[in-house]
C-alpha cells in the first residue's frame, strides 16, 4: 500500500510541474510573440523670426514623427495660461516636414506651439516665444 501511495505522489507532483513549465513557457511565448510598442509621436519647431511687429507673418517650420503624411497641424497660442488654436493650419508634407504661416496681431511676448494628432494621441512641439511690438 506505501509503495502504490508513493507512486499516486510521485506522478502527482510530476504532473504539477509539468503543468508549471508549460504555463510558464506559454507566458513567455505570449509576452514574446506581442508587438512591440510604437515610438512615441513627436512635433519639433522653430519659427523664423524672433521679433516682428504686430501683423507681421511668421513662418514656423519643423518636422514630424509618428504622424501621417497630410495630417492636419495647428498653431495654438497660450492665452491667460490655456492653449487656444489660431486661424492658421498646415499639413505633413511627404518626408514628414510642414512649413506654417502665422500672422501675430497682439502685442506683447506671444507663446506659441504646434499641436497635431497621431494614431496614439495628441502630440506638441516644445513651445516657442516671438515678441510682438
Same mark, same amino acid.
Given at each position: 500500500?506505501? *509503495?502504490?501511495?508513493r507512486h499516486h505522489c510521485l506522478r502527482t507532483l510530476g504532473a504539477g510541474a509539468l503543468?508549471?513549465?508549460?504555463? *510558464?513557457? /506559454? ?9 512591440? @510598442? ?8 522653430k519659427a523664423d523670426k524672433t521679433e516682428v511687429n504686430a501683423g507681421d507673418m511668421v513662418?514656423?517650420? /519643423? !518636422? ?20 487656444? *488654436?489660431? !486661424? ?5 508634407? %511627404? /518626408? ?6 502665422? %500672422? ?8 506659441? !506651439?504646434?499641436? /497635431? ?8 512641439? @516644445? ?7
Amino acid at each position: 500500500m506505501t *509503495s502504490v501511495l508513493r507512486h499516486h505522489c510521485l506522478r502527482t507532483l510530476g504532473a504539477g510541474a509539468l503543468s508549471v513549465a508549460l504555463l *510558464s513557457g /506559454g507566458t513567455a511565448g505570449a509576452v514574446a510573440a506581442s508587438p512591440t @510598442p510604437t515610438a512615441m509621436a513627436s512635433i519639433t519647431v522653430k519659427a523664423d523670426k524672433t521679433e516682428v511687429n504686430a501683423g507681421d507673418m511668421v513662418t514656423f517650420t /519643423g !518636422r514630424t514623427k509618428g504622424l501621417k503624411v497630410g495630417s492636419p497641424l495647428v498653431l495654438q497660442h497660450e492665452n491667460s495660461g490655456k492653449w487656444t *488654436s489660431l !486661424r492658421a493650419t498646415a499639413k505633413v508634407k %511627404k /518626408g514628414s516636414s510642414y512649413a506654417l504661416l502665422g %500672422k501675430l496681431n497682439t502685442k506683447g511676448t506671444e507663446h506659441l !506651439r504646434i499641436a /497635431g494628432v497621431s494614431e496614439s494621441g495628441k502630440v506638441y512641439s @516644445p513651445t516657442v516665444t516671438v515678441k510682438v511690438k
